[in-house]
């Protein structure tokens, strides 16, 4: 008679395997360089919020209105819109400020992100 071993099954490994492992790191990796590269696209668009409702707020004319948004631009080191490319607009005896821009951030060779930015000072 033969004797038959009965074992308890195994238990599955559990966690990550290597290739699991590099695959997170490469998409984490992948992530934190587009938060790096768009971090200062957005602090940028912030700024220039900022300064076109402080612009707003400050004149009264066009030229105002440029002067103070050109102040805060090169104290920010704004960029992206110049003064001239502000539209200003009176509504119900307010200046309204608007603007719209993108910007294309590179990223690898031919891969480029573009993030279009629009905004006004009544928003």
């Known amino acids: 008679m033969a004797m038959h071993r009965i074992s308890a099954p195994r238990s599955r490994q559990r ?3 290597f290739v699991s492992l590099v695959f997170l ?6 992530i934190g360089y ?3 590269k768009s971090l200062p696209v957005f602090l940028e668009w912030q700024s220039i919020n900022k300064a076109v409702k402080k ?4 004149g009264t004319t066009v030229a105002d209105v440029r002067s103070a948004y050109q102040r805060s631009a090169d104290i920010d080191n704004i960029t992206s819109v110049s003064s001239s ?4 607009t009176k ?3 307010k200046v309204v400020v608007s603007y719209d821009y993108s910007r294309e951030v590179p990223l690898y060779g031919p891969a480029y992100l573009l993030y279009k930015f629009q905004g006004s000072s009544n928003k």
């Open 15 to 17: 966690g990550l395997s």
């Open 25 to 30: 790191l490469v998409v984490f990796v992948s």
């Open 34 to 36: 587009v938060v790096t």
């Open 55 to 58: 612009a707003a707020a400050a």
């Open 85 to 88: 490319d502000l539209e200003i």
């Open 91 to 93: 509504e119900n005896e």
